[in-house]
């Protein structure tokens, strides 16, 4: 048996590289597409060649990192930087098998005569969780190479920001791409006139809530997916797309060949539990009784799930704000809502799971963003669905999402919401609704009433503008909205 040649490599290399012989733009089928808002913020990420690091790009699949490394790819063509100092890899491909990230870069140097010793160089490994050993060999070329910049992409989020932690520690700067926003979402779809300006609240206004809310139930069922939000073909049958060409190849193909899971037939089993009961409480007791599957075997395939970037799981606090010794109960959120129309079936809006996918989109918003750690507080007669703690543990700000208008109109009921604030000594909180606004003062404790579309739209525009000179209202306001870093 014959083993694969050098010069089909170097072939290889050069149709991934099509600028190297048509300097003026990148592959049409990338072009053509419209950037994602991130984009501004890993450019210029890119561009800084003053800290020696590798760039991590990590997100769940058809998010659109390897269209986004292809627009950044663009804009350095744009920027003058030759064409030849700009390679891209995709790791992933079999005629790549056996072969490290140092050869690839050997073959690259070959293929287009860089001098990467001299030469300010940009590197691109797309799925680079397929190369054996990716974190060692990555750490190695940015130790040896100090003038190239390396970019690494991969699906497999958690465990990719894993092996960051333990090998890259000063190394690697992680970049995490979630599915999309409302925010992108209505940008995408030239919808933005949807949305007004911002209110003294620090929420963003809207002048036809009802259509307002008609996009963001259409976003909840199929708006994470770039391709998705331009097809109607896929949307009449979302399954095949979203199901059959992401999460069948994560939980049959990615996740059994990087964890060596044996028995798919239960990760997929579960993890269509999970997408279920999305925002529901759940406890590995529950799920084993359900399924006979071992606690120990759920709790692994729970973090393969999460590494996949397919879940999240969310912790719970106590009545006081105070975490639990033995997390025995936690909440499970799909990172995409249009992840639970694809396997079931879409809802309108006065479905009984709109409350839920409301809660899990509003969530998704804040999933990339490490500023804001976010858990749910439950206790025995009362329950506040998002509460986000200090670095010394405290309760900061937590907001109560509803998909209805009653807690407006009747605000008394929202009895463990105004308990959980005055044990917290919180003197303001944030209820969600579906088409209410405006703020009440019930017991002492001011409530911020936003309709849950407009609050998912400035999460979402916030975590990725970071404003740094938000208004001077209270810290805790401006957090809760996606404004600036935490106090």
């Known amino acids: 048996m014959k083993d694969i040649p050098v010069e089909q490599v170097l072939r290889r290399l ?5 600028w190297w012989n048509d300097p003026h733009d990148i592959d049409d089928n990338y072009r053509a597409l419209p950037r994602r808002s991130y984009f501004d913020l890993l450019y210029p990420l890119i561009k800084e060649s003053e800290v020696r690091r590798a760039i991590l790009l990590m997100g769940p699949r058809r998010v659109g990192k390897t269209v986004l490394i292809h627009h950044v790819i663009q804009e350095l063509l744009r920027d003058g930087v030759d064409p030849l100092r700009i390679c891209y890899i995709s790791v992933d491909h079999p005629i790549y098998n056996n072969l490290g990230l140092t050869n690839l870069v050997d073959r690259y140097r070959e293929a287009s005569n860089a001098d990467a010793s001299t030469e300010q160089i940009f590197v691109f490994f ?16 940015v130790d040896t190479y100090p003038n190239v910049r ?3 992409s991969g699906s497999a989020a958690a465990a990719l920001r894993l092996k960051s932690n333990e090998s890259g520690a000063g190394r690697f700067t992680d970049f995490l791409l979630p599915p999309l926003t409302f925010y992108e ?24 809530i009802d259509a307002l809310n008609t996009a963001f139930v259409h976003y909840l069922n199929f708006g994470g997916y770039p391709e ?3 097809s109607e073909e896929i949307q009449a049958d979302p399954a095949r797309f979203i199901k059959g060409d992401i999460i069948d190849k994560v939980l049959l193909r990615d996740l059994p060949s990087l964890y060596g899971i044996q028995d798919v037939r239960e990760l997929n089993y579960l993890f269509t539990t999970l997408a279920y009961n999305t925002a529901g409480e759940i406890s590995l007791e529950q799920l084993s009784q359900s399924s006979g599957v071992a606690k120990n075997t759920i709790k692994r395939y729970i973090e393969y799930l999460e590494a996949a970037f397919l879940i999240k799981v969310v912790h719970r606090v106590d009545r006081f704000g105070k975490r639990f010794l033995r997390a025995t109960f936690f909440k499970v959120y799909l990172t995409n809502p249009s992840i639970r129309s694809a396997l079931f079936a879409p809802v309108d809006s006065g479905d009984d ?13 804040w999933f990339h963003s490490d500023r804001f750690p976010l858990h749910y507080a439950r206790w025995a007669n009362g329950e506040v669905d998002i509460v986000n703690l200090q670095a010394n543990g405290k309760p900061f700000w937590a907001v109560e999402v509803k998909w209805s208008d009653k807690p407006f109109e009747h605000p008394a009921a929202l009895k463990s919401v105004v308990d ?25 404790i001011e409530m911020t009433f936003v309709p849950a579309s407009i609050y998912c739209y400035t999460v979402g525009r916030n ?3 970071n404003p740094r000179n938000a208004r001077q209202s209270p810290p805790s306001r401006t957090a809760r909205t996606g404004f600036g870093p935490l106090a």
């Open 14 to 18: 050069q149709a991934e590289n099509v």
């Open 126 to 141: 797309d799925e680079v969780q397929y190369a054996k050993e990716w974190e060692v060999h990555l750490k190695v070329l």
């Open 150 to 152: 390396f970019v690494a």
């Open 185 to 208: 979402y209505l940008n995408l779809l030239d919808q933005s006139h949807l949305v007004g300006d911002m209110n003294e609240a620090d929420f963003f206004e809207t002048p036809d």
């Open 228 to 230: 998705v939000i331009f």
């Open 353 to 365: 799971a709109m409350g839920a996918l409301a809660e899990t989109g509003i969530f998704s918003q």
């Open 420 to 444: 959980f604030c005055r044990q917290n000594a919180l003197d303001e909180v944030t209820i969600t609704t579906r088409t209410k606004a405006g703020v009440k003062n019930v017991e002492g």
């Open 463 to 465: 975590v990725i503008t």
